[in-house]
């Protein structure tokens, strides 16, 4: 059962900095896109930025020049480098996976649409 566990959340004030990362565990072959998403009290679930295995990349306009999202594919790991953080982005964010391959016992191959992860707080101060 492929798990996507996050961590790095937590209070910060305006103006400073945050990373999160996000491991995939199970025993994974591939996974395609991986990415983080976020919601704010009483507002629908928003991408913040996403990036592809081959390392294309696609930010939210609200993210870009402040955040950098990154991977390490050996590691199934997604992490995203938060700057400039203002009271705007205080939100639980979700790691998201996508179009996951994982290996399971006799050499059967499994394929995952979509897996998220149980999300973390940020919340920012100012």
């Known amino acids: 059962q492929v798990q996507l566990v996050e961590s790095g959340g937590g209070l910060v004030q305006a103006g400073g900095s945050l990373r999160l990362s996000c491991a995939a565990s199970?025993?994974?072959?591939?996974?395609?896109?991986m990415g983080w998403y976020r919601q704010a009290p009483g507002k629908q679930r928003e991408l913040v930025a996403v990036?592809?295995?081959?390392?294309?990349?696609n930010y939210a306009d609200s993210a870009k020049g402040r955040f950098t999202i990154s991977r390490d594919n050996a590691k199934n790991t997604v992490y995203l480098q938060m700057n400039s953080l203002n009271s705007e982005d205080t939100a639980v964010y979700y790691c998201?996976?996508?179009?996951?391959?994982?290996?399971?016992?006799?050499?059967?191959?499994?394929?995952?649409?979509?897996?998220w992860g149980q999300g973390t707080l940020i919340t920012v101060s100012s």
């Open positions: 990036i592809s295995s081959g390392g294309s990349i």
């Open positions: 998201n996976a996508n179009d996951i391959i994982e290996l399971r016992t006799r050499g059967i191959r499994y394929r995952y649409f979509e897996v």
């Open positions: 199970g025993s994974i072959l591939s996974i395609n896109v």
